[in-house]
């Protein structure tokens, strides 16, 4: 039964109905970073990359109750980034779908034309790579996971990511010396 005091802050919250997880927001601040450089990684547009970060956190919120260890939402949150993203460049959100193009970004004043054209060709060789060697990777060398957190990210065993590292390793070895 709702307490008299619940119900005031109830009427006096802008958010009612919504449920703010004290360890979402600390989630948030921990990972927000992290996560839209991993979508931003799988996306041209950055507004695109934040937008699916944020209904990552939404997710997240919602089904809280369904992870029983604090330390898997930061993977449970990879994950859903992840999925996002692919299902983003596959057939688009709709939410998504329906805005202008954004912009480009402007380069920074550090990026120079010789990196932006070597990075450019190290994201087109990823691309290229299968998916689940791509996402191992990105996973691996982007976001500095180690091997438990990846195969915990995207429910593979150990042996899996390490044998989808070795060969997106071999890939772009291949497709980057080819190149030059």
């Known amino acids: 039964m709702e307490t008299l005091a619940e119900r005031r802050m109830a009427a006096t919250d ?5 449920r703010t997880d004290p360890d979402v927001v600390a989630l948030f601040a921990q990972e927000a970073a992290s996560l839209t450089r991993l979508a931003r990684f799988y996306l041209d547009d950055r507004t695109a990359a934040e937008d699916l970060v944020q209904e990552a956190f939404i ?3 919602r ?5 029983r260890h604090g330390g ?5 949150l990879r994950s859903i980034v992840i999925n996002l993203a692919r299902d983003h460049n596959r057939r688009g959100l ?3 779908r329906h805005r202008p193009p954004a912009l480009p970004d402007a380069p920074s004043a550090e990026e120079d ?4 054209a070597e990075r450019q060709e190290v994201i087109d060789a990823l691309r290229d790579l299968p998916r689940r060697q791509r996402d191992c990777v990105t ?15 995207l429910g593979l065993s150990h042996n899996t990511v390490k044998t989808h590292l070795q060969r997106g390793l071999a890939g772009l070895a291949q497709t980057l010396e080819g190149s030059r």
């Open 14 to 18: 802008p958010g009612v109905g919504a």
């Open 59 to 61: 997710r997240l919120s």
């Open 63 to 67: 089904n809280a109750g369904r992870i």
């Open 72 to 76: 898997s939402a930061a993977a449970y």
């Open 94 to 96: 709709v939410s998504l």
């Open 113 to 116: 034309a010789a990196t932006r």
């Open 139 to 153: 996973l691996r060398y982007y976001l500095d996971l180690g091997i438990p957190d990846i195969a915990e990210t």
